[in-house]
């Protein structure tokens, strides 16, 4: 129905930046609201960044200043810039969208997940 697929995670050095790119493909007719979160080892899963369909963002208090969340509409696509990483940043992280299918359903996708590893 829907597809969702995430790329540019990778192994990073601390301070480095990596850009991840989340792509939906499908039955879609209007993606809504977008988020990126993230798993690091042995925790829960963690709310990164958000963005509505009108442009607003959050991010959670560890990330601010560092991580930017995007979105280009016109190819269905979500984008989280990663300035300044630190070890701490590793983990999965996940795509969210929150997607209106072209049967006029709401749909809940997920991306499969695209690792980070930052060394110290």
């Known amino acids: 129905q829907v597809q969702l697929v995430e790329s540019g995670g990778g192994l990073v050095q601390a301070g480095g930046s990596l850009r991840l790119s989340c792509a939906a493909s499908?039955?879609?007719?209007?993606?809504?609201?977008m988020g990126w979160y993230r798993q690091a080892p042995e925790k829960k899963r963690e709310l990164v960044a958000t963005m509505s369909m009108g442009g607003t963002t959050t991010y959670t208090d560890s990330v601010k200043g560092r991580f930017t969340i995007s979105r280009d509409n016109a190819k269905n696509t979500v984008y989280l810039q990663m300035n300044s990483l630190k070890p701490e940043d590793t983990g999965v992280y996940y795509c969210n969208l929150v997607v209106l299918t072209t049967e006029l359903s709401p749909f809940d996708a997920w991306g499969q997940g695209t690792l980070v590893t930052v060394s110290s």
């Open positions: 499908g039955s879609i007719f209007r993606v809504n609201d």
